[in-house]
């Protein structure tokens, strides 16, 4: 309290014109107390402007004077001002000197307690610029680590034995003080919190790399979208006037189905590009994040606080999972112009015929897809998103091969099995097809055993009987055949021999919609086999052909 009362006794002392300390202090009559060269300079100025050419007032109380006070120094307040000097003591500082919410308060002012300049890594706390002098004065304090007046120095002490701590223990990896790394850490991999720093700085220049690599490609990302909304539009205004102009030469019965067209085509535009600006603006907002990561990242590099850096580094740097974003050069696109081929082809035809062909137009314009499809996935974990279980049909199962393990697996038997006769059942090759039919993106395993073995995939109708229903002959299947200890692909009865070494599990990855039916050497990396870009015009069902008696086929358990 005797503190506070030195301040406001300093703060009674200063001018309340210049707000310091008085300085060859007056007393004019009103009892009020200014600078010498303060008052003189406030009553010179006035004395400028002729209305007030005889008139002298008090900044403060606004008395007047006349004539103007002769000005003596005040021996008193001269010779306190002079003592307060002499203590070492100023007046009150201003308000925003002292620390508020949020701020990092000094641990060694009392009272009112003043914003701390720095922070001591060694004596763990925080002080202002005054209780800070002694670590610039004193020989022993001149060697303590100071960093930005932080509200984190508890992160640096241990909760067990409440010491500091400057050592980091790799096996555990977390923060430990010297007791700890002779106690429970003894025998670990343990270096100096400064040395794991140094590391750990090396991965932080390569999170950052990362990080705006990402950004690059986020931004490239950003512009084929925004291509992609204008060719939304070009390419929907362009079909909406061609049909116009079509249909205006046809009766009325036309002229409905024009109005139709053109609903259908711009609800369909307006969906596509609204996808395409959804997307755009999530790549944005990954992008801001990234950037805001990236100066959090930036700024943490530059810290001097060790313990600080490793408590906070391993959070920052964890990238969150990436927006998927449009591939490239997977397939062609297609957008509004095979409406107007349809229409086109329409209008030479009457009426009757035009009813017929309505649902063709209709369906052109549903399937009009100008997004790019996301791109196939690269890891063994990003295929397994879209595993699905399937079952083998033992209605189409060939009458060699036995059915086992829920329908999963099949054998290739000596003996013919005890099946009834059903339309759906190989009767020519040892084959079986699954129950599931798939359209969509799916992601299947397949475990392979003996010297035969086709994993395929097939459209339902393909014959039953005959030569030309082994998988891989005809145009219907595409097969990878097991054979002779060598892969082989087949489609249409043409075979493409495929290197390597052989793997006895195979992925598959079908995106119906793409036209990609991949096969892959199945590990963490993923080896890619045979790759076919097509189009499917029908759902598709896996399936095995099995050569051998005691080959099988298992399709494997995933997730």
Not at 200 to 228: A, C, H, N, P, T
Request: with cysteine; net charge neutral.
């Amino acid at each position: 309290m005797a503190q506070r009362g030195i301040q406001l006794d300093g703060a009674k002392l200063c001018c309340s014109i210049c707000l310091d300390l008085l300085k060859d202090p007056v007393t004019i009559p009103c009892g009020h107390s200014y600078c010498m060269s303060c008052i003189k300079s406030c009553w010179d100025v006035k004395k400028k402007k002729k209305y007030q050419k005889k008139i002298h007032s008090c900044p403060q109380c606004r008395q007047t004077f006349t004539p103007r006070p002769v000005l003596v120094k005040n021996t008193m307040l001269a010779e306190l001002v002079e003592e307060l000097r002499k203590t070492g003591l100023q007046a009150a500082p201003p308000d925003h000197c002292y620390a508020g919410p949020g701020d990092v308060a000094c641990d060694v002012c009392t009272g009112r307690k003043l914003k701390a300049l720095k922070s001591c890594l060694v004596c763990l706390a925080s002080y202002c610029e005054q209780h800070l002098q002694p670590h610039y004065d004193a020989a022993p304090l001149k060697k303590h680590k100071q960093v930005e007046a932080t509200v984190k120095l508890q992160e640096n002490i241990c909760s067990h034995y409440d010491e500091v701590m400057k050592v980091f223990c790799r096996t555990d990896q977390q923060c430990i003080c010297l007791l700890c790394s002779m106690d429970e850490h003894k025998g670990h991999d343990k270096v100096s919190a400064a040395a794991e720093r140094t590391e750990r700085q090396k991965e932080l220049g390569v999170s950052r790399q990362q990080i705006q690599q990402r950004i690059q490609d986020r931004e490239k990302d950003v512009k084929v979208l925004q291509q992609e909304v204008e060719a939304i539009n070009g390419s929907a205004d362009k079909v909406v006037e061609d049909s116009e102009k079509i249909f205006t030469e046809l009766v009325r019965f036309i002229e409905k189905r024009s109005s139709a067209v053109k609903e259908r085509i711009r609800s369909r535009q307006k969906e596509e590009a609204s996808r395409a600006e959804e997307l755009q603006e999530k790549l944005k907002r990954e992008i801001a994040e990234l950037r805001r990561k990236d100066a959090e990242l930036e700024q943490l590099s530059h810290t001097e606080d060790h313990i600080h850096f490793l408590h906070s580094y391993p959070s920052l740097s964890r990238l969150s999972e990436s927006t998927d974003s449009p591939g490239t050069d997977i397939r062609p696109l297609r957008y509004f112009e095979d409406v107007t081929a349809a229409v086109s082809e329409a209008r030479d035809k009457l009426q009757g015929i035009l009813t017929e062909e309505w649902p063709k137009i209709s369906l052109t314009v549903t399937e009009v897809d100008v997004l790019l499809p996301q791109p196939e996935p690269k890891t063994r974990a990003e295929f397994l998103q879209y595993s699905h279980q399937i079952a083998l049909d033992p209605n189409t199962a060939g009458t060699r091969l036995s059915l086992s393990d829920g329908n999963r697996k099949a054998t290739c038997m000596s003996k013919e099995q005890l099946y009834s006769s059903h339309p759906d059942r190989f009767t020519y090759w040892w084959q079986v097809l699954s129950r599931e039919s798939l359209a969509g993106r799916y992601y299947w395993e397949v475990e392979r055993s003996g010297k035969g073995v086709s994993i395929a995939v097939t459209y339902k109708d393909i014959s039953r009987i005959g030569n030309e229903s082994r998988f891989g002959c005809n145009d219907k299947s595409w097969t990878l055949d097991y054979y002779n200890n060598s892969y082989q692909f087949i489609h249409n009865n043409i075979e493409t021999p495929i290197p390597g070494p052989q793997s006895s599990r195979v992925g598959v990855y079908l995106d119906h919609r793409a036209g990609i039916l991949s096969f892959y050497r199945v590990s963490e990396t993923m080896t890619l086999l045979h790759r076919v870009q097509t189009t499917f015009t029908q759902p598709l069902h896996p399936g095995f052909t099995l050569y051998y008696v005691g080959d099988t086929a298992e399709l494997c358990k995933l997730k």
